[in-house]
């Protein structure tokens, strides 16, 4: 039984991720519509699995649809934790309300979910890992700073999706105000191309593990595909770690759905 990915959208603009088995499929957030959320789910045959819906943070690029979707799936689940349910707008069934706390460990069908905290401007941000069959995806975007606990997540992954979502030049002399400049650069922000490269130095220098690695949640004003892939590629290049060794680099898109990912 195989452990596989899939990315809908990953950005600045909405987000929403598929992890799947055999026999169980979740969605991780739903910032985007429910049209184009049930597309990929139909184009993957996950609908009649999908067991779970684990919010993030309640951020609009991360929550948008997921009212609509709980109706459309009454027998879906819905997991948040209790700072994100406090703040997120959107209602579902009580039957569907799950609440989660960072480090505790729980199963979705033959799915083992691992919450972790994150640092970002949101009441209670969480990230992702999902274990089956020996196999691990960790899902970490929407944070300013890198911890020990994500890296320990990290580390253990075959699938990382890791947050690159801004070129700090292109930011700092973009059109964002100052202010909004300042909480993406900060601790509570976004992992810049070159925080998510250095990142990626310190993962290889942990661990030997061969893994695959996807750029996420692009900025669709301060970045751009070939941006972040290059600068994470030198990065790594001047550790003297280098891109197919030990490590594969996608870019997920901030528009279009991913090719499947199958471990």
């Known amino acids: 039984m195989k452990l596989r990915f899939c990315s809908l959208a990953s950005g600045s603009s909405g987000n929403c991720y598929v992890v799947q088995t055999d026999s169980t499929a979740v969605l991780v957030d739903a910032g985007i519509s429910g049209k184009k959320i049930r597309e990929g789910l139909e184009r993957m045959g996950a609908e009649e699995t999908m067991q779970g819906l684990l919010i993030t943070h309640e951020h609009s690029d991360h929550v948008k649809s997921v009212s609509t979707l709980a109706k459309r799936l009454p027998r879906m689940a819905v997991y948040a934790t209790q700072g994100t349910w406090s703040h997120m707008e959107h209602t579902v069934a009580q039957e569907q309300h799950q609440v989660l706390k960072d480090g505790q460990v729980f199963t979705i069908g033959d799915l083992e979910v691992r919450p972790f905290a994150l640092s970002h401007d949101a009441a209670e941000p969480v990230g992702y890992s999902f274990l089956h069959g020996g196999k691990q995806i960790t899902i970490v975007t929407d ?7 994500m890296k320990h997540q990290a580390e253990g992954a075959d699938v990382l999706i890791l947050e690159a979502n801004h070129d700090v030049d292109m930011l700092r002399i973009g059109r964002y105000p100052w ?16 925080t998510a490269g250095k990142c990626l130095v310190e993962l290889l220098e942990r661990s030997e593990k061969q893994r695959q690695v996807y750029l996420a949640h692009l900025s669709r004003e301060n970045n751009f595909p070939e941006m972040a892939y290059q600068t994470v590629k030198n990065i790594l290049e001047d550790a003297d770690y280098y891109i197919g060794d030990r490590i594969q680099l996608g870019i997920l898109s901030r528009d279009c759905i991913s090719g499947m990912c199958e471990l």
């Open 143 to 149: 944070t300013g700073c890198w911890t020990e606990e």
């Open 179 to 194: 202010f909004l400049k300042q909480r993406i650069l900060g601790d509570c922000g976004h992992l810049s191309n070159e």
